[in-house]
């Protein structure tokens, strides 16, 4: 990194520590911010043109246009700075995603004002990417900004930048805001997973019971279906190769086999050396374990989920391994 560019994030860090976190800010003069634009300064230099020719030539008309045009820029001024300044901008806590996939999170702006508040624009900070409202009178509009976390975590969203240059586009007004709200993310799923691993014998059945059942013809879980079982227990991708050879059959998951194991989601099981691998494989297993709708557990050294089902277990498992 050269030294200007070091310069510049040291400068960079100092201001942005001068702002506390806070998940709801309004702006006022002292946190908003007003500079010419690339416009604004070549506007500056066609009026310092304008006036030197004016008074060169005695041009009466060039006096005119050259006082118009920069009592215009110092109305737009006015206007523009107001257009940010009292706008009250509130974060909307963010719902956790997955690592690699672009984290989106919703910011309300707030106008007291009797006024149409136009062209406010968002972005993080840094980013380049604007999301652009206008704030009706007297209302609220919601904006939506993404940033894409790499890494599984809880990370602090990051700071903001807001900014308009209405209504005439030579002066920006922006502001720094730092949310103090932190985002959950969780491993990214591995794309092609293996199968889930096989499920472990539950403590005190005897293995006269499992062998029983397989000459019942009760085999990987599964029956033949009875009239009476629920909808939810028939293995439909089964019925749906049967009824493709020509036949009716269906069959169900076998509730009582399905009590004498128990599915354990077990980090060493995943077989991969590397830990985010091995984090994505089991992220990956949880969701489709949740698909089946089966009871798992989740396996991570001494950290252990005790099996369950359910949208709360899910976010559970998969809390464990985005801060484990």
């Not at 040291?10 to 806070?22: E, H, K, N, Q, V």
Request: include cysteine; hydrophobic fraction near 45%; glycine fraction near 8%.
């Amino acid at each position: 990194m050269n030294p200007a560019a070091a310069m510049r994030r040291r400068i960079d860090g100092w201001f942005l520590t001068r702002r506390a976190p806070s998940d709801t800010v309004e702006l006022t003069q002292r946190n908003v911010y007003i500079v010419p634009s690339r416009a604004g300064w070549m506007l500056a230099a066609t009026l310092v043109v304008l006036l030197i020719g004016s008074i060169n030539y005695q041009l009466n008309l060039g006096y005119l246009l050259t006082f118009l045009l920069a009592g215009s820029v110092a109305v737009g001024m006015h206007v523009s700075h107001a257009t940010l300044r009292g706008l009250a901008m509130h974060l909307v806590a963010p719902d956790p995603h997955y690592a690699g996939a672009a984290a989106v999170f919703r910011v309300v702006l707030h106008n007291a004002r009797r006024g149409v508040r136009y062209g406010i624009g968002l972005s993080v900070r840094g980013s380049g990417q604007w999301a652009w409202a206008d704030v009706p009178s007297q209302g609220s509009e919601t904006v939506e900004v993404a940033f894409r976390p790499t890494t599984r975590g809880l990370h602090p969203v990051p700071p903001l930048t807001a900014e308009t240059r209405f209504p005439l586009g030579t002066f920006r007004v922006w502001t720094v805001w730092r949310p103090a709200a932190k985002v959950l993310v969780y491993p990214a799923p591995e794309m092609h997973p293996p199968p889930l691993p096989p499920g472990e014998p539950i403590a005190g059945h005897e293995a006269a019971a499992v062998v029983a059942s397989q000459l019942a013809g009760e085999y990987d879980g599964v029956r033949a279906y009875r009239r009476g079982d629920p909808l939810k227990l028939v293995v439909w991708k089964k019925a749906a190769r049967a009824q493709a050879t020509g036949s009716n059959e269906l069959v169900s998951r076998d509730t009582q086999q399905a009590q004498r194991q128990e599915l354990w989601l077990d980090a060493q099981a995943a077989g991969l050396a590397d830990t985010e691998a091995r984090m994505s494989r089991l992220c990956a297993w949880v969701l489709m374990a949740d698909r089946l709708g089966v009871d798992y557990g989740l396996r991570i050294g001494a950290l252990s989920v005790k099996p369950s089902q359910g949208e709360a277990h899910r976010r559970r498992c998969l809390e464990v391994l985005a801060t484990c």
